[in-house]
């Protein structure tokens, strides 16, 4: 069974930072995109950024110069640096993975982690 479990989000000041991590685990044989995606109550879920094994990536362009998603491909973890965070990144963030077990490739979701931006 594979897992993805995020950490690093909570509560801070417009124009601070904060760095998420998202690590897989389980019975994983490889894995390919990794990304980050948020979400509001109410709203759909939107991409914020992603990254290829080869370290290609894309983001949103809410975030474009903010924001810098890296990934660790020894540890299968993805980390999100969000900088200059304004009340509007306010969201549950959520990191994503396709993965190949044993039997397949799957998308895999994390649990999410709350950020929120506040004075």
């Known amino acids: 069974q594979v897992q993805l479990v995020e950490s690093g989000g909570g509560l801070v000041q417009p124009g601070g930072s904060l760095r998420l991590s998202c690590a897989a685990s389980?019975?994983?044989?490889?894995?390919?995109?990794m990304g980050w995606y948020r979400q509001v109550l109410g709203k759909e879920r939107e991409l914020v950024a992603t990254?290829?094994?080869?370290?290609?990536?894309n983001y949103a362009h809410s975030v474009k110069d903010r924001f810098t998603i890296s990934r660790d491909n020894a540890k299968n973890t993805v980390y999100l640096q969000m900088n200059s965070l304004k009340p509007e990144d306010t969201a549950v963030y959520y990191c994503?993975?396709?993965?190949?077990?044993?039997?397949?490739?799957?998308?895999?979701w994390g649990q999410g982690t709350q950020v929120t931006v506040s004075s």
């Open positions: 389980g019975s994983i044989f490889s894995i390919n995109g």
């Open positions: 990254i290829t094994r080869g370290g290609s990536t």
């Open positions: 994503n993975a396709g993965i190949l077990t044993v039997t397949k490739w799957s998308d895999y």
